[in-house]
T-cell receptor, first 116, second 121 residues
Framework: AQSVSQHNHHVILSEAASLELGCNYS??????LFWYVQYPGQHLQLLLK??????LVKGIKGFEAEFIKSKFSFNLRKPSVQWSDTAEYFC??????????????FGTGTLLAVQP | GAVVSQHPSWVICKSGTSVKIECRSL??????MFWYRQFPKQSLMLMAT?????????EQGVEKDKFLINHASLTLSTLTVTSAHPEDSSFYIC?????????????????FGPGTRLLVL
């Protein structure tokens, strides 16, 4: 069965620090990869997505993620975080081929707190 | 674009009553919608896949007679929690799948509603 691992449950950073949130998945076939963000009191919003092509994907608000197929990873990065980036971040995987149903498998989420 | 709404945003009901939650895709058509449940400090758990014009597909362990899903149109899916009990209290979130065809193949993205907080007394 597919699974998604986010190794960091809580991350605390100061403003202007660099961010990297880990995401690993277990599925050997073609995958689509997503990062969603949930700001306090708000709904899940799409941050960025990877379907094919350039493995370095740029999303909104200065976030980017790199798909490394050999490592089954899709880590999220931001060079300089802001207080407004405080939120919970979810990695998700969708396997559109190979007999798997087209549903998203979510990681457990990483709560990021940015201190001003 | 790709906005999904849910109604109501929160509901409090007595044990034994039924509650209906609506999920609408406002600016696109969605043949497939999904219903999730989110427990405090946990990730989203997929409950069921709602398919327009056909029966929903439920995940293992989810009672289909308890959580009735109807996907009557390309922009509306409803989840009815029947005979709700306190253990059904939770945050219910829907998503709608947007599809587009590109040179690289089909791309499917789920857009999420704001969620419905249900409290059963």
């Amino acid at each position: 069965a597919q699974s998604v691992s986010q190794h960091n449950h809580h991350v605390i950073l100061s403003e202007a620090a660099s961010l990297e949130l880990g995401c690993n998945y277990s599925y050997g076939g073609t995958v689509n990869l997503f990062w969603y963000v949930q700001y306090p009191g708000q709904h899940l919003q799409l941050l960025l997505k990877y379907f094919s092509g350039d493995p370095l994907v740029k999303g909104i608000k200065g976030f980017e993620a790199e798909f490394i197929k050999s490592k089954f990873s899709f880590n999220l990065r931001k060079p300089s975080v802001q207080w407004s980036d405080t939120a919970e971040y979810f990695c998700a995987v969708n396997a559109p081929y190979g007999g798997a149903t087209n549903k998203l498998i979510f990681g457990t989420g990483t709560l990021l707190a940015v201190q001003p | 674009g790709a906005v999904v709404s849910q109604h109501p945003s929160w509901v409090i009901c007595k044990s034994g009553t039924s509650v209906k939650i609506e999920c609408r895709s406002l600016d696109f058509q969605a043949t497939t919608m999904f219903w999730y449940r989110q427990f405090p400090k946990q990730s989203l758990m997929l409950m069921a896949t709602s398919n327009e014009g056909s029966k929903a597909t439920y995940e293992q362990g989810v009672e289909k007679d308890k959580f009735l899903i109807n996907h009557a149109s390309l922009t509306l899916s409803t989840l009815t929690v029947t005979s709700a009990h306190p253990e059904d209290s939770s945050f219910y979130i829907c998503s709608a799948r947007a599809e587009r065809t590109t040179a690289g193949g089909p791309e499917e993205t789920q857009y999420f509603g704001p969620g419905t907080r249900l409290l059963v007394l």
